[in-house]
C-alpha cells in the first residue's frame, strides 16, 4: 500500500484517476458545474495550504488575489480587448509583483498582527474592486468574455471540466515539487521555529515571501479562470467572508496536506449544495463544522484518516 | 468650515468610542487567554439585535438593555465552555483564531435564523432633539455613547485594580502559572473574560443601535474595527485601545467628510496597514524580544 502513500506517484495516479472518472456518474451539466468550482477552488486551497499549512503563516485576505484575478481578466479582455491568455498570465504578473512588494513588510508580522495584515490587504482590494465602478461595475459586477484559446472557444461544462481538471492536476504536481525542493523544507524549518530555521542558515523572510508570492499567483489564476467560466464577476468573490471559507477549506481538509486542500475544497464546495434546502441554516452548520473540525480533527480529516491507515500518527509524512 | 471639522470631529470620537468598546472586549479576552476572539463582532450584533426585538415585543428601553447585555454575556461564557477550553490544549494562533471564526459565523447563521435579515433600528435613549454645540449638530444619542463608553472604562478601570476578581484577572494576564501558583482559578478567570467581552460588546452595540442600523451582519465590520482598534492600540493597555478605536474613528469621519466617502471603510484598514508596517508594535505597544 506505502506507493499508494506516496503523493508524488500514487496521490497524483489516485486523483487523475477520480478527475478521469468523474464524470461517468456526473448526471447532468449542474453537477459538472459543481465539480468546476470545486476545482478552482483547490486550486486556490493548495496554493494557500503552502503558505498556511507548510510556512505556518495565516492568511486572512487570499479572496482578495482571486478578486484581482478575475478583475484583471474580465477588464483586460473586455476593455482592452487582450487574448485571454495573455490577459491572464499578465494579470498573475501583477498580482505576483503586488504580493512581492506587500508580503515584504506584511510577512514580517507575526501571530494576530500577520491575521489583521493580510485581512486588511483583502478588504481594502474588495472596497477597490466595489468602488471603482467605471472599471469594475461596483457591487452589481461585470461581464467577462469567454475564454478563448486562438479561434477556440472553451464553452459549455463538459469543456470546462477537462480544463479545470488538467488545471488542478498541474496545480498540484508544481505544489508537491515545491513542497519536495529544498524551498519546502526550508519552509517547514521555518514553520517549526524562524529563528532555528535562520541560525541554520534559512534566509527566512525570502522564503515566506516567494510563498506567498506562489500562492497569490495560483489565487490570481484561479480567479480568471472562475471569471471566464462564470461569463460574470462580483465583487463577492474577493470579500473577507470567500478568505475566511478559503482558510476553513485549508484547515477542514488537513493543514501540510496537498490532497487535503483537494478535499476540503470538494467538502465545503458541494455542502452548501446539499443544505440548499435548509438555506437558512447553511451558516450555522458551517460555522459549527469548521469548529468541530477545529476541536477534534485539529490536524484536518485528510491527515487524521491516513495516520490512522499507516497506524503511525505522523501527520508530518503525508504530502 | 470650523464647525464642519468638529461636526466630523465629534461623530468621529462618537463612533470611535464604539470601536474602543469592541476593541476592549478584543482585549480582555486576550489578557485572561491569549486567544483574539474574532466573534467579538458578533456580541455586539447580539446586545444590538436582542434589544431591538425586546423593544418590539413591548418590553420598556432599560429591560431590553438588561435583558441584551445578559444574553450576550451568556453567549460569551457558552462560547468559552464549548469552543475555546476543549481546544485550548494546542494553543495554536491559527487553530484558535478559526475556532473563533467559525463561531462567529455559526452566531450569525443562528441570528438569522431566530430574528431575520432585515435592517433594524432602536428608538433613542433620550429623543431626537439636535444639540449645538459651536455650530456642529448632535443628536443626543452621541452623548449617550460618548458617557456610557467613560463610565465603562471607569468601572473596568476600578475592577481590574482594586476588585480581588479583578485583579486576579490581571494577574493572570501578566503570568497564567504563577497566578495558578497562588491559588487564582485560571478557568474562572477565562470564563469571566468572555462574560465580560460579551458586556462590553453587547453595550457597544446598544449604544450605537440608534443611529446606525442593526442587523445579524452588523457585527462584521464593528468587530473588525474594534480588532484595528486594538492592534493600533498594540495590545499594551486598555486606555491604549481606547484611543486606538478614537483615532480610528476620527481618521473615518474625517476621510469620510474630506476625501471620499466611499472609501470609508477602507480608510481604518489603510492606517492598520501603515501602521503594521511602520510600527509593528502598534502606536502604544513596547518592543519586545521573541523569547526561543
New interface residues.
Partial sequence: MTWLFNPRTGGLLVLAAVIALLPSILPNSFYFDIAIRVGLNAMVCIGLNLL?GYA?Q?SLGHAGFIGLGAYGSAILTGQFEWAPLTAMFFTAAMVALLAFFLGR??L??K???L???T???G??IS??LN?EAKWTGGPDGTMVNPLTLGSYEVYGEQVWYWVVGGVLLVSVWVALNIIESPIGRALRALHT?E??AETCGVDVARYKLLIFVVSAVYASLAGSLLAHYGGFVTPVDAD??KS?EL??MV?LGG?ASVYGAVIGAAILTVLPQLLTAFE????????????LT??FL?KGLLPSLVARLKRKPKAEEVA | MYAEFLQFLLSGITVGATYGLVGLGFFIIYNASHVINFAQGEFVMIGGMTAVFLVDAGAPLPIAVVGAVLAAIFVGILLEKLAIEPARKSADVVTLIIITIGASIFLRGLAQVVWDKDFHSLPAFSGEEPINIFGAVIVPQYLWIMGGAAVIVAALWYFFNKVPMGKAMTATAYNPLAARLVGIRVKTVMMLGFGLAGMLGAIAGILIAPIAFTSYEAGIMLGLKGFCALILGGLSTGRAVIIGGIIVGVAEALGAGYLSSEYKDAIAFIIILLVLIFMPQGLFGKKGADRV
Fill in positions: 498556511i505556518g495565516i513588510p506584511i514580517k508580522l501571530g494576530h498582527f491575521a489583521m495584515g485581512l486588511g490587504l478588504i481594502i472596497i477597490v468602488t521555529s529563528v532555528a473577507f467572508l475566511v482558510v476553513t484547515v493543514m437558512d441554516f447553511e451558516h450555522m452548520v458551517l460555522g459549527l463544522i469548521l469548529m477545529v476541536i485539529p
